[in-house]
């Protein structure tokens, strides 16, 4: 498994986790990596992980995870002929649509909301671990004026 990006908060870092089986096969020289291990990036990834630890940010994700796919089902509810389904893991959310969402997220934009689209017909929302009730309320109320004028087809 590769891990990068959020690794570092920003610090250019990656990290390779494998079996002990797979490592013995690696070799030194065998593999390389352009952000390898330098001790400022180590200690940025360091940071990050006592961070994630003291301020119990997966405590956080797991609940808000809950109650943001709980509000998504409200909103699915609410609007079987936009929305189609969802999926995720955490708060690294999909919305599937039952049709493209580049209207969605532009008026998304316009409220302040940021949310991308995938596949034409996938919002992807993935708010920071930090993210509190107050804010996923936000993004619920923003979303409800960002709706499109669509119907299930």
């Not at 986790?17 to 952000?35: E, K, M, N, Y």
């Not at 400022?40 to 809950?66: H, W």
């Not at 708060?91 to 649509?97: K, P, S, T």
């Amino acid at each position: 498994m590769t891990l990068a990006k959020s690794l570092g908060s920003g610090v250019p870092i990656a990290a390779v986790v494998a079996s002990r089986r797979i490592c013995d096969i690696l070799g030194p020289g065998s593999h390389a990596t352009t952000f390898g291990g330098s001790p400022l990036v180590c200690a940025a990834a360091i940071a990050t992980f006592e961070a994630i630890q003291s301020d119990r940010l997966l405590a956080n994700v797991n609940a808000m995870s809950k109650f943001l796919f709980a509000r998504l089902e409200k909103l699915k509810k609410r609007y079987p002929a936009i929305i189609k389904g969802t999926r995720g893991i955490g708060i690294m959310i999909g919305v599937e649509l039952h049709a493209e969402g580049d209207e969605i997220v532009k008026k998304c934009r316009e409220k302040g909301l940021l949310i991308n689209c995938t596949q034409k017909n996938v919002l992807r929302i993935m708010p920071p671990l930090t993210v509190k009730k107050g804010q996923v309320f936000a993004l619920q109320t923003g979303s409800r004026q960002c709706r499109p004028n669509f119907t299930q087809p």
